[in-house]
């Protein structure tokens, strides 16, 4: 039952905040795009293209040395979903509709 309950209430807000964070990305994008088009800013798309490769290339570096890391912490929730296997199941189960909701 708890683990329903929480798993609703954790699905809900997910996609209360998920449509909340989607809107803002995309109405940013949607506001940049309409002021480079009216002249209002102008992109250097040259340089974005090129600090996005850099970044790219900094994040495959850091992933690399982050993957024993991740590897232990999926390990460790392995380990802690085979022992709480009814609470886990009914979060999941509840995580579900509250997205769905």
């Known amino acids: ?3 329903g ?7 809900y807000l997910f996609q209360r905040v998920g449509k909340i964070a989607a809107t803002a990305v995309g109405g940013g994008f ?3 795009q309409i002021a480079n088009h009216s002249g209002y800013v ?3 798309w040259k340089k974005v293209e090129k600090d996005v490769n850099k970044a790219k ?3 495959k570096k850091k ?3 982050a993957a024993p890391e991740i590897n232990t912490f999926i390990e460790e929730a392995t380990e802690f979903v085979k022992r709480n296997i009814v609470l886990s199941s009914g ?3 509840g995580f579900l509709l509250g997205v769905a909701s």
Not at 5 to 11: L, R
Request: proline fraction near 0%; include cysteine.
């Open 63 to 65: 992933a690399n040395k």
């Open 1 to 3: 039952m708890m683990g």
């Open 91 to 93: 979060f999941v189960g």
């Open 57 to 59: 290339r900094h994040l």
């Open 42 to 44: 102008q992109v250097d």
């Open 5 to 11: 309950v929480t798993g609703w209430c954790a699905g």
């Open 30 to 32: 949607l506001l940049l």
